[in-house]
């Protein structure tokens, strides 16, 4: 008589699937010039290793209205992203939220809407797959603007010769 194996419970399958999910930077924000990724993105990576380890995933959101210390009311849409062991009754659950923006240029409600809960949705997803960003796109974005960093080094002009910097960074390389 064979003994089967207990299946492993929820953590331990979410680990090997941490371990296993690559997800890349699949998306290009030509204004900004930068990558980054989206919900669609993680979710077509980690979808064959759910299926693998026997998980399901499910994400829910839904709207919470807090008012500031000033009377503000600000509205937050807080995604739930939920990975279910299909094997056991155990789940695992993570939170994502972005601010709704009373308006935003260009955009009707449900456009306002429907991006602060794929950027929640997102958030979610990488909180519960352990996605790390990196430094995030949000905080680099530079919306176009170059800064003095990002410009290069001028040369010397009046023999067009490269400056001395540059030399000894060249010859460093």
Do not use: W
């Not at 990724?37 to 829910?60: F, H, M």
């Amino acid at each position: 008589m064979s003994e089967q194996k207990q299946p492993d419970n929820i953590r331990k399958k979410l680990m090997l699937i941490q371990d296993e999910l690559v997800c890349p930077k699949g998306q290009v924000n030509s204004f900004g010039n930068y990558s980054y990724r989206s919900c669609e993105d993680i979710l077509g990576a980690v979808k064959p290793l759910n299926r693998k380890y026997g998980c399901l995933l499910t994400i829910s959101d839904h709207v919470e209205t807090v008012k500031d210390d000033s009377g503000e009311t600000r509205h937050y849409l807080v995604a739930r992203a939920t990975l279910y062991n299909t094997e056991l009754d155990d789940a695992h659950t993570t939170q994502g939220l972005a601010r709704e923006v009373t308006e935003k240029r260009g955009m009707d409600p449900a456009q306002v809407t429907g991006a602060a809960s794929s950027y929640s949705r997102k958030y979610a997803l990488c909180g519960l797959y352990a996605i790390d960003d990196g430094v995030d796109a949000d905080s680099t974005n530079t919306h176009g603007k170059s800064s003095k960093a990002d410009k290069p080094r001028k040369t010397n002009k009046s023999n067009n010769k490269k400056s001395t910097a540059d030399s000894e960074l060249e010859d460093l390389i």
